[in-house]
């Protein structure tokens, strides 16, 4: 009577869809690395929530404004709901071995995703700001 899903493949997985909606576990994935975080992605039709399980996090929020995107970062704290609003350009970046939850309409990933591709300035911009924020929190969790 209970249904019961542990993910622990990499990467992004919907485990129940239902209803218009899916709640999906996204496990790290190199994709999700900073360093390999190229674009950035907006859903025109739903907000995306995500809660943060394990691990460090940081959402990527963005107003593209002339062409250029204009960053918002924010490093995730666990239990805490987080939510991207519809035609919000965002993206996440994860340490190795982070989990998050996410919930959104279903279908989002295939039928509503546009994606806007970072040159390599505002790439190396967005590596330094989340870069930053992860040092941040490293520091604090294994002090020197």
């Given at each position: 009577m209970i249904e019961t899903f542990v993910v622990k493949d990499k990467g992004y997985h919907p485990v129940i869809i239902d209803n218009g909606w899916q709640m999906a576990h996204l496990n790290y994935t190199e994709e999700q690395d900073i360093e390999q975080i190229t674009r950035l992605d907006v859903h025109l039709k739903t907000d995306e929530v995500f809660v943060l399980i394990k691990g460090n996090a940081i959402l990527i929020a963005a107003d593209i404004v002339h062409e250029e995107p204009?960053?918002?970062?924010?490093?995730?704290?666990?239990?805490?709901?987080?939510?991207?609003?519809?035609?919000?350009?965002?993206?996440?970046?994860?340490?190795?071995?982070?989990?998050?939850f996410i919930a959104e309409k279903?279908?989002?990933?295939?039928?509503?995703?546009?994606?806007?591709e970072l040159n390599e300035r505002k790439q190396e911009e967005l590596k330094s700001m989340v870069k930053a924020l992860f040092n941040s929190v490293n520091h604090i969790q294994h002090p020197s």
């Open positions: 204009l960053f918002e970062v924010k490093l995730m704290k666990p239990n805490t709901i987080y939510n991207i609003p519809q035609n919000m350009w965002h993206n996440i970046a994860m340490e190795a071995g982070s989990e998050v279903s279908n989002t990933h295939i039928a509503d995703c546009k994606h806007f």
